[in-house]
């Protein structure tokens, strides 16, 4: 069973930057395409950015293009979130997703079946 860890959150001025960071274990994690999906307080859980398996491919979210970038590193098994520019729109709880095994990269929550439980991103002006 995959599970998965987030950290890297907390509190940056608007303008700044922050990596998150999500740790998986279990044996099929480098086999599942990842996802970051955000949720700020009154509104849906929203998708932000997703990668292949591979790391080869990844997308992100209109909002957050040119400024977050999604990547993974298989060897001890991490994907990343980096953000820059980050704006006051952008605090948010940031959940990380393992994507359902032999799916295809989407920015559809469901489907993904394994999540982190979250890390709290706040920008201030």
């Known amino acids: 069973q995959v599970q998965l860890v987030e950290s890297g959150g907390g509190l940056v001025q608007a303008g700044g930057s922050l990596t998150l960071s999500c740790s998986g274990s279990?044996?099929?994690?480098?086999?599942?395409?990842m996802g970051w999906f955000r949720q700020a307080p009154g509104k849906e859980r929203e998708f932000v950015a997703a990668?292949?398996?591979?790391?080869?491919?990844?997308l992100v979210a209109d909002s957050v293009k040119g400024r977050f970038t999604m990547s993974r590193d298989s060897d001890v098994n991490v994907a990343y979130l980096q953000m820059n520019s980050l704006k006051l729109e952008d605090t948010a709880v940031y959940y990380c997703?393992?994507?359902?095994?032999?799916?295809?990269?989407?920015?559809?929550?469901?489907?993904?079946?394994?999540w982190g439980q979250g890390t709290q991103v706040t920008v201030s002006s």
């Open positions: 990668i292949t398996w591979s790391g080869g491919t990844a």
């Open positions: 279990g044996p099929s994690f480098n086999n599942r395409n």
């Open positions: 997703a393992a994507g359902k095994v032999h799916s295809s990269m989407t920015m559809r929550s469901n489907s993904y079946d394994v």
